[in-house]
């Protein structure tokens, strides 16, 4: 029997600015279990970040409950929760934050800094573990940006969490980087037991998990779970993958209409342009791929 890492109850979140209120989660419910890898997908504004740092206990739901390992963190004084992180979760964000002036091996050790047990052969440890044991030496500007993610993948491993939680760990590289750091996700997912939780703009990244979980507008409104039986799977993914078309299609409109008003120059909107079309391509060769004809 699978047992439940987190249990996210009727959790809602508002942000207030002045007199403005976005609703960022609207009821959401939800069981993640040890040992799972979930890839989170959805437009931008969806809810995404906003759901994950509530789970890393980074900020607190307007209601609702939220436990993870066993623990209610509504019960928790503002040092036990920062102990729970320190003990539950480790984060691997978009931009690396990495330390310029520190070494791949002493980016790792000072994320524990404050732990007695501090040593660099853990560092050291964890970093082979994300197959940069020959880099240990290297300061950020002499690592590769998907090596670079590595290590922050290895820092958040340093405390030795069950939870990993990453959001769009694959944003700033390029395909052949973002899918090794995907397969080292999967590996700690998989050797390691430690359960991860992903958020993605790519459905072709969110696919190396076994499960999506589609936000819309601060609602779950999809929940593929692989099950190995291929023609399901197979239909959800499709799904997903045309949504992100339809996505990127949406905004290349937007695009259009900010280069008329004078908002972005036109070499930006070329850039911007050439990027979206070529993300269309790749997941039109996706759908193909899976026999789609569209
Ligand atoms: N600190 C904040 N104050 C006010 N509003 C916020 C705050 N953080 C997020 N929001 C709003 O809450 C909604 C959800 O934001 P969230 O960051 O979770 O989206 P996301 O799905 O991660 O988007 P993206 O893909 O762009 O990162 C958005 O409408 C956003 O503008
Ligand atoms: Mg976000």
Redesign the pocket.
């Known amino acids: 029997m699978k047992k439940p890492m987190i249990q996210v109850e009727n959790v809602s979140k508002i942000?207030r600015?002045g007199k403005l209120k976005?609703k960022?989660l609207d009821e959401v419910d939800l069981e993640i279990f040890q040992k799972d890898f979930i890839s989170i997908v959805?437009t931008?504004?969806?809810?995404?970040?906003?759901i994950l740092h509530l789970i890393g206990a980074l900020d607190k739901p307007t209601s609702g409950t939220i436990k993870v390992n066993g623990t209610d963190l509504s019960t928790l004084s503002d040092d036990e929760l920062a102990s729970f992180r320190k003990e539950n979760v480790g984060f691997v964000f978009q931009f690396f934050n990495l330390i310029p002036t520190l070494t791949a091996l002493e980016n790792v050790a000072v994320s524990k800094m404050f732990d007695d047990n501090l040593s660099m052969s853990k560092a050291e440890e964890v970093l082979r573990k994300v197959g940069l044991a020959k880099k240990v030496d290297h300061k950020p500007n002499e690592l590769s940006e998907g090596e670079q993610q590595r290590v922050a993948i290895a820092s958040a491993l340093a405390n030795d969490p069950p939870v990993i939680l990453a959001d769009e760990p694959t944003g700033e590289l390029d395909t052949e980087n973002a899918s090794i750091v995907v397969q080292y996700l999967h590996k700690i997912n998989k050797e390691l037991g430690k359960t991860v939780i992903m958020?993605t703009?790519d459905p072709s990244i969110a696919r190396v998990s076994d499960r999506i979980l589609r936000?819309h507008d601060g609602v779950v409104q999809a929940d593929v779970i692989s099950t190995g039986d291929q023609d399901s799977r197979t239909v959800d993914y499709t799904e997903l993958v045309r949504a992100r078309i339809s996505e990127i299609e949406v905004t290349i409109a937007g695009l259009d209409s900010q280069f008329k008003q004078g908002i972005i120059t036109g070499e930006e909107y070329v850039k911007q342009q050439t990027n979206l079309k070529n993300s269309v391509d790749v997941l039109r060769e996706e759908l193909h791929r899976m026999g789609v004809v569209n």
């Open positions: 942000y600015s976005v960022a959805g931008s504004g969806a809810g995404k970040s906003t958020v703009h936000i």
